[in-house]
């Protein structure tokens, strides 16, 4: 299984991005995906996750009314919306799948590359 991840880029505060993460592989949409962010000096945390076929979903306190998980399997694709961005949500932002629906970084056995997002106030 092999993701890619993009949609990262330079925001104001109060604005909105669009992450997507390509999911490819044998039986890619049969993987949970989850949303994961490691800010400059801190360690990677949860943003969120989704089930392989869209009706589980969860969010770190974080980011709870602000973004939302969703997925297209028919393009193996999850996209994190993010609205309302604020300065403390810059980070590099990882998707990583597993069989198994999760929220801890060990419980992901593969990862992308990250995409940066930056919130400037």
């Known amino acids: 299984v092999q993701l890619q991840a993009c949609g990262g880029g330079l925001v104001q505060a109060g604005g909105s991005l669009r992450l997507s993460c390509s999911v490819t592989g044998r039986a890619a949409s049969s ?3 989850a949303w994961f962010r490691q800010a400059p ?3 990677r945390e949860f943003v ?3 089930s392989w076929a869209g009706g589980s979903s969860y ?4 980011v709870k009314g602000r973004f939302t998980i969703s997925r297209d ?4 694709t999850v ?5 309302s961005l604020k300065p403390e949500d810059t980070a590099v ?3 990583a799948a597993d069989q198994r629906f999760g929220t801890v970084v060990d419980g992901f056995h593969y ?3 990250g995409t940066l997002v930056t919130v400037s106030s």
Request: charged share 10%.
């Open 111 to 113: 990862w992308g590359q």
């Open 59 to 62: 969010y770190s306190n974080s």
């Open 93 to 95: 932002y990882y998707c």
């Open 31 to 33: 993987f949970s995906v």
């Open 73 to 76: 399997n028919a393009k193996n």
């Open 41 to 43: 000096g801190k360690k």
């Open 48 to 50: 969120a996750a989704i």
């Open 79 to 83: 996209y994190l919306q993010m609205n």
